[in-house]
């Protein structure tokens, strides 16, 4: 009997026991995944930190290229652009006298060089426009779609009115062209000038005509843009009626007769440049 409780006790504990225990663990198959996946971390943090660093250079180029653009955007950078391509807006013309002026006509912030010829016994004016370039490397030659012979308004003068359409962002320069015909004939025209795209345009705002006779009896006509006959006083205050809902403020332009001007010290050229970049403006 004692030796059949025994044989129990001893096979209970053994039941025990076993159940007690744990599952061991296979660490060969834990140790062989780490090693799977340790290599496969690497090689995921590697691409991306490769990927950030691409990420940081190219930001680091758009930067650097934005700072480049923005110091080339400068006036005095773009003075220097201009100087540096006197070659291509240096009047060439003979008989008569030459004029320069910096300007933004158009307000983009993009410099403009005119180059304008005075001259004849008419007075005539031929001018030529040229803007720096978007890419502010260069100058681009403005279209001037104005007929061979065609008179141009005389540009040349220090100060004339503007006007400024909000809802087109273009500012009209009025500018008034005079042509004689010996002594007893003299026409007279107003234009809004503008710039707008690369290309210079105007409207026509009124003209006038003095024509004295064998007697010296004098004859004034003169028309608005549209035609409409108006009286000399009313020619002489048309462009405030012309353009009468837009904003007005007095232009002002600095121009220089340089003569040789592919001669000069390109140090000398930058300073007459600035004056007279100087000189333009609004009031």
């Known amino acids: 009997m004692h030796k059949r409780m025994l044989a129990l006790l001893l096979i209970s504990g053994t039941i025990l026991t076993a159940c007690g225990k744990e599952e061991p663990q296979n660490t060969e198959v834990q140790q062989s995944t780490e090693k799977l996946q340790s290599p496969i ?22 930067e650097t290229q934005e700072e480049a653009v923005g110091d080339a955007k400068d ?26 002026a910096i300007t ?13 010829t ?34 141009q308004p005389d540009i040349v003068m220090e100060q004339v009115n503007s006007y400024f359409d909000e809802d087109t962002g273009i500012r009209y320069f009025v500018f008034e062209d005079v042509l004689r015909n010996g002594a007893a004939e003299v026409y007279f025209s107003k234009q809004g000038l503008y710039l707008e795209h690369g290309v210079v345009a105007s409207v026509p705002v ?4 003095k024509v004295a006779d064998e007697n010296g009896e004098l004859t004034v006509t003169a028309q608005d843009g549209m035609g409409i006959d108006i ?3 009313e020619y002489d205050e048309i462009e405030d009626v012309f353009f009468g809902k837009l904003e007005k403020r007095d232009a002002f332009f600095q121009w220089m007769n340089l003569e040789q001007v592919t ?10 440049l600035q004056t007279s970049y100087n000189g333009f403006g609004f009031n």
């Not at 220097?80 to 004029?99: H, M, P």
């Open 41 to 62: 971390e690497e090689l995921t943090t590697e691409a991306d930190q490769e990927e950030r660093d691409k990420e940081a250079d190219t930001e680091r180029t758009e």
């Open 75 to 100: 006036s005095q950078a773009q003075i220097q652009l201009i100087a540096d391509c006197v070659d291509e807006w240096a009047a060439t013309g003979d008989g008569g006298t030459n004029f320069y």
């Open 104 to 116: 933004d006509l158009d307000g983009n912030g993009r410099l403009e060089i005119i180059a304008a």
């Open 118 to 151: 005075c001259g004849g016994t008419g007075l005539y004016t031929y001018s030529s426009f040229y803007e720096v370039n978007e890419t502010y490397d260069g100058i681009d030659a403005c279209d001037y779609p104005a007929e061979e012979g065609e008179s």
């Open 206 to 209: 009124a003209s006038m005509s």
């Open 231 to 233: 009286t000399e006083s």
């Open 263 to 272: 001669d000069m010290e390109k140090d000398e050229l930058v300073e007459a």
